[in-house]
Nanobody
């Protein structure tokens, strides 16, 4: 069983930066593909970014390309989402996800077996 604990959310102004963290435990971090998703009020959960077990070729949704960076630290067993130049439309609960059966989970949330509890990001305009 894999446990995921997110942190780093908060209330910021437009243009600010935040770094979300997702600490994983219960399984070797190198065996997990990691993803970030978000859900705004009244909307479906949507893909934000994903990274493979090896950390190469990350993928992003179009609206965050050039602003968000997904990374992973194998020594800390932690995945990160670095968010720059935040916009009001980035406001959502952000969820970390992981899967141990795939090299790369991709954009589909059904590809991920494990989920964190979510962390709120609010960007005031």
């Amino acid at each position: 069983q894999v446990q995921l604990v997110e942190s780093g959310g908060g209330l910021v102004q437009t243009g600010a930066s935040l770094r979300l963290s997702c600490a994983a435990s219960g399984r070797a971090f190198s065996t997990l593909t990691m993803g970030w998703f978000r859900q705004a009020p009244g909307k479906e959960r949507e893909f934000v970014a994903a990274i493979s077990r090896s950390g190469i070729n990350p993928e992003y949704r179009d609206s965050v390309k050039g602003r968000f960076i997904i990374s992973r630290d194998y020594g800390q067993n932690t995945a990160y989402l670095h968010m720059n130049n935040l916009k009001h439309e980035d406001t959502a609960v952000y969820y970390c996800a992981a899967d141990s059966n795939k090299y790369y989970g991709g954009t589909n949330p059904t590809n991920y077996e494990y989920w964190g509890q979510g962390t709120q990001v609010t960007v005031s305009s």
